[in-house]
C-alpha cells in the first residue's frame, strides 16, 4: 500500500511548485494523494480552489546562470 502511496505522488506536483489550472496560474496549497485532488492558491484573486490532477499542469522553473 505504501509502494502505491508514493507512485501516486510522484505524478503530483508538490507544495509549493507552480502550476497552471483551468482558472489561471497559481502555487500548490494542498494535495490529497488517494483521492488525487489538488487545492491551488490562485495567482489573480487569492482564493483557493480544488481541482482534479489532470487539470493540473506544472510550471517548467526558468534555467538558473
Known amino acids: 500500500e ?3 502511496y ?3 505522488r510522484k505524478s503530483l506536483p508538490k507544495v509549493g511548485h ?3 489550472t483551468p482558472q489561471g496560474d497559481g502555487r500548490v496549497h494542498e494535495i490529497d494523494i488517494p483521492r488525487r485532488i489538488v487545492r491551488v492558491l490562485l495567482s489573480s ?5 480544488t481541482f482534479k490532477a489532470d487539470e ?6 526558468p ?3
Do not use: F, N, W, Y
Not at 45 to 49: F, T
Not at 56 to 61: A, N, P
Open 18 to 20: 507552480r502550476v497552471t
Open 63 to 65: 534555467p538558473r546562470q
Open 56 to 61: 493540473v499542469q506544472r510550471q517548467q522553473s
Open 6 to 8: 508514493k507512485e501516486a
Open 2 to 4: 505504501q509502494a502505491l
Open 45 to 49: 484573486d487569492g482564493s483557493i480552489e
